[in-house]
């Protein structure tokens, strides 16, 4: 729950204003609205890479401030719209999310976010490195592998923060519906500019 969240960076004017939003375990949650309207400003107070400047935030009647970072943020798995990725293989940088996942697993997330489709057609597969952040691969290509990555973490709470945008709105839209069905009766958070989300 937010409880009359405000948030302002060093003083700035708010970017957020006495937001009250309570979101229930399992709910399936899509926040939409121009780029700058604090989405991801939004976002980024679940996991306490930023915290509100006035109000609270809880999860289970807890101010999420009382419990350990690390326990927090191991609440979620996050896909950003900055993919940040390691010049490491496709497979290592999948596995980073939890290393404990098997290649099934993370073969079965690419599924889902159809990087399996691009991945398999790389000489050396899931074994290709990708370069520092990333570069050997497209925007969209990245934007997979991230969303396929918070996928690998298994998490009760996924986070996705215009991390399609740069994907074709069809195969985006086919995207997160495979997602939103995967992960039925977990949380599912959505950031978007794409008002059509919410139909899905």
Not at 70 to 84: K, L, N, W
Not at 121 to 138: A, H, K, V, W
Not at 162 to 178: F, S
Request: charged share 25%.
């Amino acid at each position: 729950e937010f409880h009359c969240v405000s948030f302002s960076y060093e003083g700035d004017t708010d970017v957020l204003q006495n937001i009250d939003v309570h979101i229930d375990a399992g709910e399936h949650l899509a926040i939409t609205g121009p780029s700058g309207s604090g989405k991801s400003t939004l976002l980024s107070l679940l996991p306490r890479f930023n915290d509100p400047t006035r109000g609270m935030i809880t999860v289970g009647g807890h101010d999420i401030r009382d419990i350990r970072l690390q326990d927090v943020r191991g609440m979620f798995g996050i896909a950003f719209q900055e993919a940040f990725l390691f010049h490491a293989t496709i497979l290592d940088n999948l596995r980073y999310a939890r290393p404990s996942a098997t290649t099934r697993e993370i073969i079965d997330a690419c599924k889902l976010t159809g990087a399996n489709d691009f991945v398999e057609q790389l000489p050396n597969g899931y074994e290709t490195m990708i370069g520092d952040r990333g570069d050997e691969l497209s925007h969209g290509q990245k934007q997979r592998i991230n969303l396929a990555r918070a996928l690998v973490r298994q998490p009760q709470t996924l986070i996705i923060d215009e991390t399609t945008a740069t994907i074709e709105a069809t195969a985006a839209r086919q995207i997160i519906k495979d997602i939103l069905e995967h992960m039925s009766g977990r949380t599912v958070i959505i950031a978007t500019h794409d008002a059509d989300i919410i139909h899905l």
